[in-house]
């Protein structure tokens, strides 16, 4: 079993920058895809990054260039840096995990956060 805890999330204006971090519970945290996604109301929860068990990171087109995913095996962390936030980033950002290489669908994944709050004003 693996437990993940986010948090970081908050109210922002448009422009602005947060830090998402995901705390992990996995022993063997090195070999997990670990991904951000996120779920806007009355939308479907959508892909925003991974960090894949290789090493790749992968990004959504909307948040390309504009999100980081970082992973820190030591601390068991992996976190999402947001920058030039925009009003259509508002949603609850989940973290999740999968014993594998990255994936872009929200069920190949098995171990979900709680999710965090991420609102920016316009």
């Known amino acids: 079993q693996v437990q993940l805890v986010e948090s970081g999330g908050g109210l922002v204006q448009a422009g602005g920058s947060l830090r998402l971090t995901c705390a992990a519970s996995a022993r063997t945290f090195s070999t997990y895809t670990m991904a951000w996604f996120r779920q806007a109301p009355g939308k479907l929860r959508e892909f925003v990054a991974s960090?894949?068990?290789?090493?790749?990171?992968y990004y959504a087109d909307s948040v390309k260039g504009r999100f980081t995913i970082s992973k820190d095996n030591a601390k068991n962390s992996v976190y999402l840096q947001m920058t030039s936030l925009k009003p259509e980033d508002t949603a609850v950002y989940y973290c999740?995990?999968?014993?594998?290489?990255?994936?872009?669908?929200?069920?190949?994944?098995?171990?979900w956060g709680q999710g965090t709050q991420v609102t920016v004003s316009s």
């Open positions: 960090f894949s068990s290789s090493g790749k990171t």
């Open positions: 999740a995990a999968r014993d594998g290489l990255s994936r872009y669908g929200p069920n190949e994944y098995d171990y």
